[in-house]
């Protein structure tokens, strides 16, 4: 399989498995601490992609200066999004907090452009605006209720902010290591420093529902042993603004797993948004062959 298609055939799988990580995360944190919620991701999520690495053959041994790139990287890649995304699903619905989360690829064609040297071109621009046209849509009739929510959507602001960064950061990275050991780790290193926060600030006692059960586990196989890593995969088949504005398909997807797990409503706004969204990826999508990187 060619590096376009395979991006294209991950980024499916991304959409799905992401679009309804969202309102499973909602019922997450609402019966799980949030700091504790991540606790969880970050620790057997790690465990997870590394034991995959393991059994596809992959040595999960570090050179010094990878794992100080690692170290370095995982708190914007992973851990900002992790951390904001968790603390503002307590204080707003999936939906709306997807919305406001996928502005990031308006700051990730932004930060590839001075970080990267990527162009913004005629197409990004067409698919950005497409794109991002289609989440004012979505969120019109929602801004009564974000206003009156504000740490919620401030929150998820700074989650989008540090995965745009995070993402061209991740790409300018000179990694030698496979994807899923670069992401392992960066899970691991993360563990750390969370789980402290959250015995310290939670004091967990774990006495948690079916369904809080299932959210975490959804979250360590699903969000982050398959997500994270085609996520990561995508970031170094792709150019980082391209794989940003690939992603606004998620929020729809969301909005609407929202919809039919939690009872969010669905209106004419999301159709539109949908079709917005297919429009900003076909602009961005189905042109000259984008350029891979080394990375395998």
């Not at 799905?16 to 057997?44: H, K, Q, S, Y």
Request: aromatic share 10%; hydrophobic share 60%; net charge positive.
């Amino acid at each position: 399989m060619d590096e376009r298609r395979l991006a294209f055939t991950l980024l499916a799988a991304l959409t799905v498995v992401w679009g309804l990580n969202w309102p499973i995360m909602r019922v997450g944190v609402l019966g799980v601490e949030p700091w504790t919620f991540r606790a969880f991701t970050t620790v057997f999520g790690g465990i997870a992609l590394l034991s995959a690495a393991v059994i596809g053959g992959q040595s999960i041994r570090v050179p010094r200066d990878q794992l100080k790139l690692i170290i370095l990287i995982a708190p914007v890649s992973i851990g900002g999004w992790m951390v904001f995304s968790a603390l503002g699903l307590e204080h707003m619905g999936s939906g709306r907090a997807a919305i406001i989360a996928y502005t990031m690829p308006l700051w990730a064609v932004i930060f590839a452009r001075f970080l990267l040297g990527e162009p913004i071109t005629w197409r990004r621009v067409a698919g950005l605006a497409i794109g991002l046209a289609g989440m004012v849509v979505l969120i019109g009739s929602d801004l009564p209720a974000i206003g009156e929510s504000p740490l919620g959507a401030i929150y998820m602001l700074c989650s989008a902010v540090t995965w745009g960064l995070g993402t061209v950061l991740f790409k300018r990275a000179p990694w030698r290591i496979p994807v899923p050991v670069i992401v392992g780790w960066q899970f691991i290193v993360l563990s750390v420093p969370i789980t402290a926060v959250a015995l310290i600030v939670e004091a967990p006692d774990f006495a948690y529902t079916t369904w809080s059960w299932f959210a975490i586990a959804y979250q360590i196989f699903a969000g982050a042993l398959i997500g994270n890593y085609a996520w990561a995969k995508i970031v170094t088949l792709l150019p980082a603004g391209v794989a940003a504005i690939s992603s606004l398909l998620i929020p729809v997807i969301g909005v609407v797993s929202g919809a039919l797990i939690l009872s969010e409503p669905v209106t004419w706004r999301e159709l539109v948004a949908l079709a917005c969204v297919i429009g900003a990826l076909a602009v961005v999508l189905i042109g000259p062959a984008t350029q891979s990187t080394r990375q395998s």
